[in-house]
């Protein structure tokens, strides 16, 4: 089961290089939860990308190949996420071990947060309308469209 894998990756990741506080799966906004967040979403899309790995999603060879062309194509967009990504992982190892972490670390950390999340993002985003706007795909959803109610449409 892909999700689990990738859930258990992702804790074992903020576990171990930063301890369970930063470690919250939940949705309820906090900086713990929105951090995880992040580094799930890094660590599914971009990732693997950085590595030379295929990832989990990418099963035929149609969804790999069109990874492997936003990747190439996003190469810009995934260095400035690599980096981001490093950057986050200091600032929440600063701010998630700090007793009291000041108003600045928390801002850092926050704006760390939201960097690496928009530039996971936007790859995934490219990603979908890539794979979205073949032929197949726009057939598919289509086929979809047409399926539903005409209110729902």
Do not use: W
């Given at each position: 089961m892909p999700a689990a894998r990738l859930r258990d990756q992702?804790?074992?990741?903020?576990?171990?290089?930063i301890g369970s506080p930063a470690l919250n799966f939940?949705?309820?906004?906090?900086?713990?939860?929105?951090f995880t967040r992040a580094v799930a979403l890094y660590?599914?899309?971009?990732?693997?990308?950085n590595d030379g790995a295929v990832p989990e999603f990418a099963k035929n060879g149609y969804s790999r190949s069109?990874?492997?062309?936003?990747?190439?194509?996003?190469?810009?967009?995934?260095?400035?996420?690599?980096?981001?990504?490093?950057?986050?992982?200091?600032?929440?190892?600063a701010f998630f071990t700090s007793s009291q972490p000041s108003p600045e670390l928390k801002e850092a950390?926050?704006?760390?947060?939201?960097?690496?999340?928009?530039?996971?993002?936007?790859?995934?985003?490219?990603?979908?309308l890539?794979?979205?706007?073949?032929?197949?795909?726009?057939?598919q959803r289509l086929a979809m469209d047409n399926a539903r109610p005409p209110l729902l449409r």
């Open positions: 992702i804790a074992k990741i903020i576990s171990e290089n939940g949705r309820d906004g906090t900086l713990a939860a929105r660590n599914l899309f971009v990732g693997p990308g069109a990874y492997a062309r936003i990747m190439q194509q996003g190469e810009a967009v995934a260095a400035r996420a690599g980096a981001r990504y490093e950057e986050l992982m200091r600032t929440g190892l950390l926050n704006c760390n947060i939201t960097d690496v999340s928009n530039l996971a993002c936007s790859l995934v985003a490219r990603y979908v890539f794979c979205e706007l073949t032929h197949n795909g726009r057939l």
